[in-house]
């Protein structure tokens, strides 16, 4: 089993930086991509950020240009560097990390969420 723990979340004006943070426990040898995701209400979860333990990048086009993943793979940590933040960017946001086929614990494990509220 994974625990993810998140923290850094809160409100933020419009124009504003956040930084999430995102420490993982338990069975952590297998992880291989880490992210974050969001859920805004009335919508479904979407993609924000994910990397991999090489360091590999990918974001949802919304995000590109503001916002910056990174890990520190000593500490298990997967961070968020929320810049330039628009109302839009008002959402749930988890953590997720997976541990491919063949590892123990293989599977997806997310968070339990931190709220980021945006005002205009």
């Known amino acids: 089993q994974v625990r993810l723990a998140e923290s850094g979340g809160g409100l933020e004006q419009a124009g504003g930086s956040l930084r999430l943070s995102c420490a993982a426990s338990?069975?952590?040898?297998?992880?291989?991509?880490m992210g974050w995701y969001r859920q805004a209400p009335g919508k479904q979860r979407e993609l924000v950020a994910v990397?991999?333990?090489?360091?590999?990048?990918n974001y949802a086009d919304s995000v590109k240009g503001r916002f910056t993943i990174s890990r520190d793979n000593a500490k298990n940590t997967v961070y968020l560097q929320m810049n330039s933040l628009k109302p839009e960017d008002t959402a749930v946001y988890y953590c997720n990390a997976n541990i491919p086929p063949g590892y123990s614990g293989s599977g997806t494990y997310w968070g339990q969420g931190t709220q980021v509220t945006v005002s205009s």
């Open positions: 990397i991999t333990r090489g360091g590999s990048t």
């Open positions: 338990g069975s952590i040898f297998g992880i291989n991509g």
